[in-house]
């Protein structure tokens, strides 16, 4: 694996139909900057098998598929095993249409540029006001701080900021923001509820929104998951989340193992999560990546001093 800034060459492969091929070309350029793409144009969703062939001649695969396939059905897990010990992420994207797909490729590709404008790495964490996920919360915020390659934390949880000011937060241009509380197939119990909706309008994408919680990239009653409509309304480059219910001992092995990847060497989402999956388990095929499985996890310029603004203003606001 290579830090961030690293001029490394990566293999990607697309799967997508004809006009998503067109929709997503910003960030198709982004990645031809990067290695070889492989565009496979096709109507249909290759099965399992098809896939796996298709990661072995690539660092990670981006699928794009017809609206109404659901993370839980397309996909087996976050990772594709095409042999010989490698692992490969994998991306689920639905296809919206030209405006959605649009909206993602725009941003994904705004993620991809910091690389030659920034090389700071900050961490924006996101918790339900609860004991359980505030001592959680805490423990990821350390190990994020006191590691081998620390990243700059701000503590955005619920006890500490209100809906609106979380929001203003994930519109600063991070490199990760990472959740830990209940999750609904619509979104976070957090900050009254936190819905698609609230994230259509901010400024800067994150690179990357982890949702370590239950049913967050779930289609149960809904027609497009909460962890699906963040890459689509270009809040974040990619999403992590859950297309079940999980444990919260298992979210919290997530969370650690993540927090430790975060300070190695993982420069994407996908290599975080690859190098937190040793081997495939039934924890790790509850969860999915929801758009670009290469994201880079890094600030966008200014990003901090952004996001100290909004947390000087949100401590003042809180003592007052």
Sequence with gaps: M????????????????????????????????????????????????????????????????????????????????????????????????????????????????????????????????????????????RLLAEGERPLRVYEWTADRLIREDMVEGLGCGLAVGVYVGHGRPVGWVGYRGIRAGHLETLGEPTGAILSLTCLTASRKRVGLSFAEAIPLSGAAG???????????????????????????????LGELVAAAIPHPDGASSRYRILGDPLVPLIDADGAGDRADALTRAAVLEHAS
């Design 238 to 268: 990619a999403a992590f989340g859950a297309v079940i219910e999980t444990l919260h001992t298992d979210n919290s092995r997530w969370a650690l193992r993540l927090a430790r990847g975060l300070t190695s060497t993982a420069a994407t």
């Design 2 to 141: 290579t830090g961030p800034g690293s001029s490394s060459r990566q293999r990607v492969a697309i799967v997508a139909a004809p006009a998503a091929h067109a929709a997503l070309e910003p960030l198709l350029e982004a990645y031809a900057k990067r290695g070889p793409v492989e565009q496979v144009v096709t109507a249909r969703i290759p099965p399992i098998e098809e896939l796996t062939e298709i990661s072995a001649g690539a660092d990670a695969v981006l699928l794009v598929g017809p609206r109404r396939r659901s993370p839980r059905t397309v996909l087996a897990g976050p990772l594709l095993y095409p042999g010989g010990g490698r692992r490969v992420p994998v991306g689920w994207v639905p296809d919206v249409g030209e405006a959605g797909l649009g909206r993602f490729a725009a941003a994904a590709a705004r993620v991809h540029a910091r690389r030659a404008v920034a090389g700071s790495r900050s961490a924006a964490l996101l918790g339900q006001r609860s004991r359980r996920y505030e001592d959680l919360s805490g423990r990821i915020g």
